[in-house]
């Protein structure tokens, strides 16, 4: 559990309060008061750790009787978790909205005939930036119009998150094409990801749409200058080390640990309505079948995040109080204090499906 010793320091106060001042509490009794408690599972995105920790300690406030116990992974691998691993989960939330009805919808809970879910919310959103620190190469230099020559410099050391199991590493390659289409030049992907990989990562080009596609496997060279790592989150501490000069990461999460960073231009950030139609335009293929009957193809659109209940929840009463706390007032204010950004209204693909309490929360697509 992330910031497990926090929490637990925090719950141990609350309890002593709860007992009345007593000068302490039998070891035993603490263990039954807390063995009372619900657990409540959520597997989230690693861009979500900050504000998360913050809006789980302020929900247990509000129901001291549920303790929620959170993991975070990327994005692809909190579906694994849930379709794949068959882990008991009573809340999904993902920096790419797009993967819960891709990997849900179709996956029945096995011995059943009922899908993981058929209802989710888009509730924030993100814009996609680079994270670098004053001891990076070439840092001086770097621009909105220079960040992709420099990235690809092979005395660089460029962190990417694998875009098998996250979504900011596919939306770093949509970057780079993206930054081609709108400069009109197609010299820039190739230095930044050519003989990077034991297998390419290729990029095919034709009137309307720009394919890349990753291989199954996925290595660095060991003389290459990427720095692979399995989730966005985990290239921080590289950053800090120096162990990389450059890393691709949302601009929440760059806010939320004071890293220098560049923010970049609307036609390739993913994160404005307004340039939907340009991210459009690009696509990432997944070469593999990591999901059963799925082909893992990302077409570019504007960033959402997004937000299910399983249909196999153990604690759905629960998880239906946490998503309404989440998307209610209170929720906001802790996502938007943390820098992140919500969508006003959040939107729901089918307000049908969805828990009667969370009815009217969010607004449909259509209306």
Known sequence: MVLGAARMAWAVAGLASMLGGCRAAPAAGIEAIAARKTPLVVFAAGSLIVPFSDLEQAFEVRYPGIDVQAEYHGSIQVMRHVTELHEPIDVVATADASLIPMLMYGTNVPQTDRPYADWSVRFAGNRLAVAYTARSRYASELTAETWPEILARPDVKLGLADPRFDASGYRALMAFALTENALGRYDLFGPAFDDQF????????????????????????????????????????????????YAFEYESVVQQYGLAWLPLPDRVNLGEAAFEADYAAVQVDLDFRRFASVEP???????AYGVTIPSNAPHPSEAVLFLDFLLGPQGRAIMQSRDHPMFDPCLVDAPDHMPERLRGVCASPTG
């Open 297 to 303: 193809r990302f077409r570019g659109e504007r960033i």
């Open 198 to 245: 034991t297998f390419p990562v290729t990029i095919f080009r034709d009137e309307d749409l720009t394919t890349i596609t990753v291989p199954e496997v996925l290595e660095t060279r060991p003389e290459g200058h990427i720095v692979l790592r399995g989730g966005s989150i985990m290239l921080i501490a590289l950053l800090e080390s120096g162990d990389i000069d």
